[in-house]
Nanobody
């Protein structure tokens, strides 16, 4: 069993910043990549950013490029999402995910999921 626990969501004004954290624990597994998804009410789930666990190669959705930064701490088994210049359209539930299989960073196929954390950006 692998657990992913997100933290750091909340309410922020437009233009503000938040940092999300996702800690992985449980049965040791070989992580190929970890990613952050988001889903707003009435919309499809969207891959926001992903990071290759070995080497740190990253992927970003066009909607967040230049504003969001994904990073990982191998020693802490934790991945972060720094979100700057937040916009009301960034409002969504954000989910952390991890996978062991090899796939492109833009792939949305993940094995393990966190419970989600809400991010609300007011205008």
């Amino acid at each position: 069993q692998v657990q992913l626990v997100e933290s750091g969501g909340g309410l922020v004004q437009a233009g503000g910043s938040l940092r999300l954290s996702c800690a992985a624990s449980g049965r040791t597994f070989s992580k190929n990549a970890m990613g952050w998804f988001r889903q707003a009410p009435g919309k499809e789930r969207e891959l926001v950013a992903a990071v290759r666990w070995s080497g740190g190669l990253t992927y970003y959705a066009d909607s967040v490029k230049g504003r969001f930064t994904i990073s990982r701490d191998n020693a802490k088994n934790t991945v972060y999402l720094q979100m700057n210049s937040l916009k009301p359209e960034d409002t969504a539930a954000y989910y952390c995910a991890a996978r062991s299989k090899i796939a492109s960073l833009s792939s949305e196929s993940y094995d393990y999921w966190g419970q989600g954390t809400q991010v609300t950006v007011s205008s």
